[in-house]
């Protein structure tokens, strides 16, 4: 069965450093969503990426997150400058079709530990 | 403020035991509602959706209700497995006026398995 994958697994940086986390969505799929998960807590939406361009965000999705997808395949997150409140599980995922009714697929998660 | 709430916040059963978990929101306008099943340090796994106008959907040992005119749904897991044990969350999405593209998660019944 086609999968989310997600580049890396888990990561620790020091704080004020930039990330990128890594998501290749599955081939067909035209959406694609970052989401995070604080330890403990619930998952959180933070974005939706549709036609090349962000069609919802969240107050979490500040200045210092983007999107993009560079190229046919990989849609990748950017932290310029990480804070410690930004060590998370992040989840990608995508879905054929927008969210009304359609599955949608994540990722196993890149965790990121700020430091 | 779309919210998802989940009861119980845990639960412990007998392996071969059915289980039902519940789950209440508040979103506008409502457009379709998920079951995910998280293992712990895992992406989310689809089990279910359900629009509206269905009141139930099955998937294996999982079967889905809805009540859109209380906002309820429940989970019910027949002749649970030890494999069964992770988080199961209740997960929502609105209608395009209310936030189309994102969807709400409860923060999810942990359930044990126990022989």
């Known amino acids: 069965e086609p999968e989310v994958t997600q580049t890396p697994s888990h990561q620790v940086t020091q704080m004020g450093q930039e990330v990128i986390l890594r998501c290749v969505p599955i081939?067909?799929?035209?959406?694609f969503y970052w989401y995070r998960q604080i330890l403990g807590q619930k998952v959180e939406f933070l974005v939706s990426?549709?036609?090349?361009?962000?069609?919802?965000k969240s107050e979490i999705f500040d200045d210092q997150f983007s999107v993009e997808r560079p190229d046919g395949s990989n849609f990748t997150l950017k932290i310029r400058s990480t804070k410690l409140e930004d060590s998370a599980m992040y989840f990608c995922?995508?879905?054929?079709?927008?969210?009304?009714?359609?599955?949608?697929?994540f990722g196993e998660g890149s965790w990121l530990t700020v430091v | 403020k779309n919210q998802v709430e989940q009861s119980p916040q845990s639960l412990i059963i007998l392996e071969g035991k059915n289980c039902t978990l519940q789950c209440n929101y508040t979103v506008s306008p409502f457009s379709n509602l998920r079951w995910y099943k998280q293992d712990t340090g895992r992406g989310p796994v689809s089990l279910t959706i359900m629009t509206f106008s269905e009141n139930t959907k099955s998937n294996g040992r999982y079967t889905a209700t809805l009540d859109a005119d209380t906002k309820q749904s429940s989970l019910h897991i027949t002749a649970s497995q030890l494999s069964d044990s992770a988080s199961y969350i209740c997960v929502v999405s609105a209608g395009k006026r209310g936030g189309g593209n994102k969807l709400t998660f409860g923060t999810g019944t942990q359930l044990k398995v126990e022989l």
């Open positions: 995922a995508s879905s054929r079709q927008g969210v009304a009714g359609n599955t949608i697929y």
């Open positions: 081939s067909n799929h035209l959406y």
């Open positions: 990426f549709y036609n090349n361009e962000i069609s919802e």
